[in-house]
């Protein structure tokens, strides 16, 4: 749900970042928004951070069942993005609020490789639903059944 919130409100960061340097005017709104993008941007760094430390400590749940290597090696890779880019996101995000270009630009590119990603989770969520049946679904949502 943060990564949802960074996603729809992040441009309001933007929006300040570009009326600052034009010496214009920034309304509450977008200030607000801004504020919550960088704390939200916190927030998701901490968490996964911790996120990792556990998963360092508990290992990666098994499978469901028997994939195909390839669906096991797409696996992995989509989520080692993801953890790739819920890190590098809020780092480079700090980088670009606290020294400027080429940060923000870097950062920026984040919003439609999220996008993309999110798109290919679900779409994979739900062939595996729909089309294998093989409870993965419900794996996601509830992990300890």
């Given at each position: 749900m943060l990564v949802l919130f960074q996603l729809f409100y992040g441009e309001s960061m933007t929006g300040i970042v570009d009326a600052a340097g034009e010496g214009q005017l920034v309304s509450a709104t977008d200030q607000v928004l801004a504020s919550?993008?960088?704390?939200?941007?916190?927030?998701?760094?901490?968490?996964?951070?911790?996120?990792?430390?556990l998963r360092l400590v508990h290992g990666a749940p098994a499978p469901a069942n028997e994939e195909p290597r390839w669906m096991q090696l797409a696996a992995?890779?989509?989520?080692?993005?993801?953890?790739f880019l819920l890190l590098a996101t809020p780092i480079v995000g700090l980088l670009a609020?606290?020294?400027?270009?080429?940060?923000?630009?870097?950062?920026?590119?984040?919003?439609?490789?999220?996008?993309?990603?999110?798109?290919?989770?679900?779409?994979?969520?739900?062939?595996?639903?729909?089309?294998?049946?093989?409870?993965?679904?419900r794996r996601m949502i509830s992990p300890a059944r």
């Open positions: 919550a993008h960088y704390w939200v941007g916190i927030a998701i760094l901490g968490f996964v951070l911790l996120r990792l430390i992995h890779a989509s989520h080692g993005l993801f953890y609020f606290y020294l400027g270009d080429p940060w923000g630009d870097i950062h920026a590119l984040n919003k439609p490789a999220f996008i993309i990603l999110i798109g290919i989770h679900v779409v994979a969520a739900l062939y595996h639903q729909f089309w294998l049946r093989d409870g993965t679904l």
